[in-house]
């Protein structure tokens, strides 16, 4: 009998001291279009006397795919929970529009301050139901400081249903004025295509460079993958005008200096 007892005392001591984590095997099983963010709510149990801290990572997706994680508030990749308690922890899986479509599988760790790695599988597939891109767009461009440039971008719902507040992102430097129009399109069908029209002026203040910028469509559904243009940025022509004006009166000058001393 007192064996039985001292048996029973020794599995109790061994569970008390085991943390687990917990999740509702659907929340670990998440279904996102590409270029949405797949969100899992995790639960962190430590069953211990004492409080741990839990270093938090997501081993085993693609490159370009990132995890974040957070409990309400800033981003963070590790957890302190209270003995006898547990931390609710949200997972995010930032996932790109050109992600390719499929099934994932991962595994989430959560590694006690005491060495103690805890472990549960994720689940990730990728749908491409919804597909926006740029089918037609400059590559590169020459524009003046100070001065507006125009161009068009087209744009194609390559998906098989339609897409909502279609709109497209440009990516400039600071004090770049951009118009686009029209601004948003509310629906667009499958298969249909559609413009912008891009007017963007460029400030006085910026010096002659290649600058680079990005393009993308952004919908309720959808994002597409970043589009380059490289701008070339030439001094104003206002600044070559009276460039070329100063040329001409100093050659002018010259000729008339040189006619008066031959006439000597």
């Known amino acids: 009998m007192k064996q039985i007892f001292l048996s029973l005392l020794i599995l109790f001591v061994l569970l008390g001291g085991v943390s687990l984590v917990h999740a509702d095997e659907t929340a670990l099983a998440q279904t996102v279009q590409a270029s949405q963010t797949a969100v899992y709510q995790i639960e962190v149990r430590n069953e211990t006397s004492t409080a741990h801290d839990y270093a938090l990572s997501l081993s085993g997706l693609p490159d370009g795919l990132t995890t974040t994680f957070t409990q309400g508030g800033p981003v963070m990749n590790q957890v302190t929970v209270p003995a006898s308690a547990y931390g609710l922890v949200t997972m995010r899986v930032e996932v790109p529009a050109e992600t390719a479509v499929g099934h994932y599988t991962a595994q989430f760790n959560a590694t006690r301050d005491d060495g103690e790695q805890l472990a549960l599988p994720v689940s990730l597939n990728v749908e491409n139901v919804y597909t926006v891109k740029i089918v037609s767009q400059n590559l590169n461009l020459t524009a003046f400081s100070g001065k507006e440039f125009a161009f068009d971008v087209t744009a194609v719902n390559s998906g098989a249903l339609a897409v909502n507040n279609l709109m497209l992102g440009i990516d400039t430097p600071a004090k770049w004025i951009v118009q686009t129009v029209p601004q948003t399109i509310p629906t667009l069908e499958a298969g249909a295509e559609t413009s912008f029209h891009v007017a ?61 001393q031959g006439r000597r």
């Open 200 to 260: 963007i002026t460029v400030p006085s203040s910026q010096v002659a460079t290649d600058q680079k910028i990005s393009l993308a469509l952004h919908s309720d559904q959808a994002a597409s993958p970043d589009s380059p243009l490289t701008v070339r940025i030439q001094n104003s022509p206002t600044f070559l005008y009276v460039a070329l004006t100063i040329m001409g009166l100093a050659i002018a000058g010259a000729v008339v200096y040189f006619r008066r």
